[in-house]
T-cell receptor
Framework: NAGVMQNPRHLVRRRGQEARLRCSPM?????VYWYRQLPEEGLKFMVY????????ESGMPKERFSAEFPKEGPSILRIQQVVRGDSAAYFC????????????FGSGTRLTVV | GQQLNQSPQSMFIQEGEDVSMNCTSS?????WLWYKQEPGEGPVLLIA?????ELTSNGRLTAQFGITRKDSFLNISASIPSDVGIYFC???????????????FGQGTILTVHP
């Protein structure tokens, strides 16, 4: 079984560009969570999605950030008009149920804004 | 918002020594988890704790869920060089009675093991 797949592993964007981060959950997992990790900090929850639905986006910045998990294909975290402060590691986790049992993280996407 | 306070921030130990780190919160969490993160990778689950007072072991690792549900500790016995990494505690708290997997993380403990 493949684990949670995130791509790209590294992404460099200039200020003002868009960043698209992809997350393919483990097979059979329909719950996806996105977290952001700033340097030397713990992970901070951003958004929780099930197929085609956003369940909790309480950790998402109000502007420029959006997330989706379509019926077919990976979950996408989209950051528009990136700024230097968006530089961070973004991790996706998936689980087969609503709780933490079976919760598995991907290897992350490291976004650098120059 | 909810916070988990993790200590110590960093530890430098000799191979073979035992390690202890802990996590406290002002809020109750129903599940406590301990993760290890290595450079360039995502967190990997080490131990999950589901019941207050629970003591669980996984090889050289032992973790306990505090009786008040507001704290947890992780012990590593007889450390080896491959124990190097960042250790995070994380808590899951029911949201409005409907539990789901939103985790709150501590700031991490950076462990360095000298051979």
């Amino acid at each position: 079984n493949a684990g949670v797949m995130q791509n790209p592993r590294h992404l460099v964007r200039r200020r003002g560009q868009e960043a698209r981060l992809r997350c393919s959950p483990m097979k059979g997992h329909s719950h996806v969570y996105w977290y952001r990790q700033l340097p030397e900090e713990g992970l901070k929850f951003m958004v929780y999605l099930q197929k085609e639905n956003i369940i909790d986006e309480s950790g998402m910045p109000k502007e420029r950030f959006s997330a989706e998990f379509p019926k077919e294909g990976p979950s996408i975290l989209r950051i528009q008009q990136v700024v230097r402060g968006d530089s961070a590691a973004y991790f996706c986790a998936s689980s087969p149920r609503r709780d933490v049992n079976g919760y598995t993280f991907g290897s992350g996407t490291r976004l650098t804004v120059v | 918002g909810q916070q988990l306070n993790q200590s110590p921030q960093s530890m430098f130990i000799q191979e073979g020594e035992d390690v202890s780190m802990n996590c406290t919160s002002s809020s109750i969490f129903n599940t406590w988890l301990w993760y290890k993160q290595e450079p360039g990778e995502g967190p990997v689950l080490l131990i999950a704790l589901y019941k207050a007072g629970e003591l669980t072991s996984n090889g050289r690792l032992t973790a306990q869920f505090g009786i008040t549900r507001k704290d947890s500790f992780l012990n590593i016995s007889a450390s080896i060089p491959s124990d190097v990494g960042i250790y995070f505690c994380a808590g899951q708290r029911d949201a409005g009675g409907t539990s789901y997997g939103k985790l709150t993380f501590g700031q991490g403990t950076i462990l360095t093991v000298h051979p």
